[in-house]
């Protein structure tokens, strides 16, 4: 049994989807959780973007099953707003311990070359800059605290084998990949673990809308691609928050620098 007792975590893009049952996973597990979503439409995107309400959501939820949730809104691109969400974590719980850099978006245009210049900027300064602008917040609270900790991103299997036509959203997972293996080196010897995980298909708002299921339908090569040698139909959120709760606790006490991938095998094809 994974026991987060006494321990704090910060969770992006916490609204739902992978956030949500993430920060839910935490806090079932004892940890005091603050969940931070944009909560607003994200300019420029063709499906709708987390809102007050669905954050409200994630915390009713897992207050509900008996566990400690804030809010904090937060858009991962403003520094400010990353560190106000670790001031409220601090100032209410007493400490940070875990981050979970989950915050992301998802845009498909026709081919990669074709991609607007909105589109290419928006993910780099989503998925890229926020995830450091979340770590940059985040390190001096966890340091803070004296006993180590863990930062987990949430990556992409786009970021282990091609996908056709996003390739913009390729090159933003694959910075993560980079900015991993820097942070766990220079962090190791404060004990503070950086690892990520690369889900494959998710069941989330962001893979299930109509621009998502017309890009799987329409461009060349994506149905095989994304097609699962495991017998069922997609991933759940839950299937990676066991993961990220799994490299929280001290059962992966020794385990940073390393990628896991949960794609029910699509990677291997």
């Known amino acids: 049994m994974i026991d987060l007792t006494g321990q704090v975590a910060l969770v992006t893009g916490a609204a739902r989807g992978i956030g949500r049952a993430v920060a839910h996973k935490l806090a079932e597990a004892g940890a005091?959780?603050?969940?931070?979503?944009?909560?607003?439409?994200?300019?420029?995107?063709?499906?709708?973007?987390?809102?007050?309400d669905d954050l409200a959501g994630t915390v009713a939820a897992i207050e509900a099953a008996g566990g400690r949730a804030l809010a904090v809104p937060a858009d991962v691109r403003s520094h400010t707003d990353l560190e106000a969400a670790v001031r409220a974590a601090v100032d209410t719980y007493g400490r940070l311990d875990h981050v979970v850099a989950n915050a992301g978006v998802a845009s498909w245009?026709?081919?990669?070359?074709?991609?607007?210049?909105?589109?290419?900027?928006?993910?780099?300064?989503?998925?890229?800059?926020?995830?450091?602008?979340?770590?940059?917040?985040?390190?001096?609270?966890?340091?803070?605290?004296?006993?180590?900790?863990?930062?987990?991103?949430?990556?992409s299997t786009a970021a282990v084998k091609p996908l056709p036509t996003i390739g913009h959203y390729?090159?933003?997972?694959?910075?993560?990949?980079?900015?991993?293996?820097?942070?766990?080196?220079?962090?190791?010897?404060?004990?503070?673990r950086v690892t990520m995980v690369h889900p494959g298909g998710t069941g989330t708002q962001m893979t299930q809308n109509p621009a998502a299921e017309h890009w799987q339908a329409t461009a060349p090569g994506v149905a095989g691609t994304l097609a699962l040698?495991?017998?069922?139909?997609?991933?759940?959120?839950?299937?990676?928050?066991?993961?990220?709760?799994?490299?929280?606790?001290?059962?992966?006490?020794?385990?940073?620098?390393?990628?896991?991938?949960?794609?029910?095998?699509?990677?291997?094809?």
Not at 174 to 184: E, F, I, M
């Open 32 to 52: 005091a959780v603050v969940v931070s979503d944009v909560a607003r439409q994200v300019e420029g995107l063709t499906y709708g973007t987390a809102t007050d």
């Open 109 to 155: 245009p026709q081919s990669t070359w074709q991609a607007t210049p909105e589109q290419w900027q928006t993910m780099i300064d989503v998925v890229l800059t926020g995830t450091w602008n979340t770590v940059r917040a985040a390190v001096p609270a966890i340091l803070a605290g004296g006993r180590g900790g863990s930062i987990v991103f949430v990556g």
């Open 170 to 192: 390729a090159a933003a997972k694959n910075g993560l990949v980079g900015l991993l293996k820097s942070l766990a080196l220079e962090l190791a010897g404060d004990s503070i």
């Open 229 to 269: 040698p495991m017998p069922i139909h997609r991933m759940e959120p839950v299937d990676v928050a066991h993961a990220v709760r799994w490299l929280c606790s001290d059962e992966a006490r020794y385990i940073t620098g390393t990628e896991i991938v949960l794609d029910a095998g699509a990677t291997l094809r």
